[in-house]
């Protein structure tokens, strides 16, 4: 019987008493379900060993999943300068590969509430391993953008599906514990990406062979998801047991008519924006106002992006854990802390990035720590929006969740971010060159006073850095917006909470308990079918 829905012991029997099903004196229950079902919602079932191992191999795949995403970003300007392409055409390789992820995830996310989810995992993998290494001998930029849009059909399948095997393992704060450890793989795995990117191009002198590490990581992934992985039974962890499924229709409209889901997937989506852009253009960024300091002239992209992958992988290994840290302290006495969390993080990094953008031209040092701080601030939001998502949705649809929030987020975040930045920063070069300095535009830089006063390369350098830099300035304006989604998400995050834990999804037959006693219609926001409970 699942007993997510059931809110004590005392009710329970209080029910039975009702219904002369048990007297008031009636012995204690000692049956194996009951204790189960006890033990589950309080979250206190020990952790098995097949468990431990099943969350290190989806947390080693998520690591080379963003590794993979990102190692292009540490050697994009040599890709550019070999394919002899713009910043419009850079920013398109990652926009291709998110447009490509975002459109497959519903797919995934379909078949992950319905089939065995290890198979699916298992051939997403070995596609974007595959696709990935042949894509690295491309020497042709449409043919190597085509096998890059491919890469993000395969990690469709993996990121729609892995959240929901550790939500069917673990609940309460067991559960957020490994959202975190998993979540935690995203910053790191983006910071290697650069670091393996271009140390990798270094040291074998070409860019190619940067591309050429993930895949071989991917198919020992591949072997430890089929032969070690364990498949737990969906909503096992909350005490149910043969769920029945909506159709996917019947999933979405509910999915809209939720109202904590849907205001953290736009909140998200706001993150999605600001890292998608920051992560692609971080390194160039960096790049272009390090040159123009006296004494870093000759400095490479290479040890740029060493520097920024340090950066984002320290940021992630102190960000992610603490976002989870404090919303499992506060949510004990504050239940609308998650949101309000996420909304805080977004508030102290946008001014954080917005200065490390306005003095990356002056300021080395300084620069390094106002974005470090900035990527803390925003990394404390991974874990907690994956644990909105799943205790405010039914066990059987939170693939279709998943998809749906990946759909949304990079349709409207990272999937056009670095080419939006990309086509802004183009457009803002040729209006330098030909001397045109919009006047807002101007007014926004710190250091833009001579701005015409050079000529020949430097004067380039100077126009290159100050368009990638004013197209970038966006992504703080963006953090503002995702910190009000977040602040509405808080006024609905409880109430939406407790009709997830009321809705039972699963018909367990006549004559348990759930099927005796329909629940209020009024009462389900939106979950238009009636369902039971105790």
Same mark, same amino acid.
């Given at each position: 019987?699942?007993?997510?829905?059931?809110?004590?012991?005392?009710?329970?029997?209080?029910?039975?008493?009702?219904?002369?099903?048990?007297?008031?004196?009636?012995?204690?229950?000692?049956?194996?379900?009951?204790?189960?079902?006890?033990?589950?919602?309080?979250?206190r079932l020990p952790i098995t060993g097949r468990q431990k191992i099943t969350v290190v191999i989806l947390c080693f795949v998520n690591l080379i999943n963003y590794m993979d995403r990102y190692t292009i970003a540490g050697i994009l300007a040599d890709i550019q300068h070999q394919f002899k392409i713009g910043d419009d055409k850079g920013g398109l390789l990652q926009t291709a590969f998110v447009i490509s992820y975002m459109i497959c995830a519903p797919v995934f996310g379909y078949l992950g509430d319905r089939y065995n989810r290890k198979y699916i995992m298992a051939f997403g993998v070995f596609l974007w391993s595959l696709t990935t290494f042949v894509g690295s001998y491309m020497n042709e930029y449409y043919l190597f953008l085509f096998f890059r849009s491919l890469v993000g059909v395969g990690e469709a399948s993996y990121s729609t599906i892995a959240p929901t095997i550790i939500s069917d393992m673990f609940v309460k704060d067991v559960r957020s514990k490994m959202l975190a450890l998993f979540y935690f793989a995203i910053p790191v795995g983006s910071g290697l990406g650069y670091i393996i990117g271009s140390e990798t191009a270094r040291i074998l002198g070409s860019w190619h062979w940067g591309l050429r590490v993930t895949p071989v990581l991917g198919m020992l992934a591949v072997l430890l998801i089929m032969f070690v992985m364990e498949e737990p039974e969906r909503g096992q962890s909350e005490g149910y047991s043969h769920l029945t499924t909506t159709s996917w229709t019947e999933d979405i409209q509910l999915l809209c008519r939720n109202r904590s889901f849907m205001l953290s997937t736009a909140g998200f989506t706001c993150v999605a924006f600001v890292t998608g852009s920051l992560a692609w253009w971080g390194p160039q960024i960096m790049w272009s106002g390090l040159k123009m300091q006296e004494g870093y002239e000759d400095v490479t992209i290479n040890s740029v992006s060493l520097n920024f992958g340090i950066i984002a992988m320290a940021a992630g290994l102190i960000g992610v854990p603490l976002g989870s840290y404090l919303a499992q302290r506060l949510k004990v006495h504050y239940p609308k802390a998650d949101p309000l969390i996420c909304a805080g993080g977004l508030l102290i990094s946008a001014p954080l990035l917005f200065l490390g953008l306005a003095l990356a031209d002056k300021?080395?040092?300084?620069?390094?720590?106002?974005?470090?701080?900035?990527?803390?601030?925003l990394n404390l939001n991974w874990s907690i929006v994956a644990d909105i998502l799943l205790y405010v949705v039914s066990p059987t649809r939170r693939s279709t969740a998943e998809a749906f929030q990946i759909l949304f987020s990079h349709a409207f975040g990272d999937a056009g971010s670095p080419y939006l930045i990309g086509v802004i920063s183009e457009i803002l070069k040729k209006l330098f060159a030909?001397?045109?300095?919009?006047?807002?535009?101007?007014?926004?830089? &710190? %250091?833009?006073?001579?701005?015409? =006063?050079?000529? +020949?390369?430097?004067?380039?350098?100077?126009?290159?850095?100050?368009?990638?830099?004013?197209?970038?300035?966006?992504t703080s304006f963006v953090e503002v917006l995702g910190a009000m989604f977040f602040f509405f998400t808080a006024s609905y995050?409880?109430?939406?909470?407790? &009709? %997830?834990?009321?809705?039972?999804? =699963?018909?367990? +037959?006549?004559?348990?308990v759930q099927n005796r006693y329909p629940v209020d219609e009024t009462r389900l926001h939106g979950h238009s079918n009636p369902r039971f409970v105790a």
């Open positions: 019987m699942p007993t997510q829905v059931l809110h004590s012991n005392n009710t329970v029997k209080t029910v039975l008493q009702i219904m002369n099903a048990e007297p008031s004196s009636a012995p204690n229950n000692h049956s194996q379900q009951h204790l189960m079902n006890d033990e589950t919602v309080s979250g300021y080395n040092y300084l620069v390094l720590v106002l974005i470090f701080f900035g990527q803390v601030s030909k001397g045109t300095i919009p006047l807002l535009l101007a007014s926004m830089s &710190l %250091a833009s006073n001579n701005l015409q =006063a050079s000529s +020949g390369d430097k004067q380039d350098n100077i126009n290159n850095f100050h368009s990638l830099q004013y197209a970038l300035f966006i995050i409880v109430k939406d909470k407790e &009709l %997830a834990e009321t809705e039972t999804p =699963a018909d367990n +037959g006549p004559d348990t």
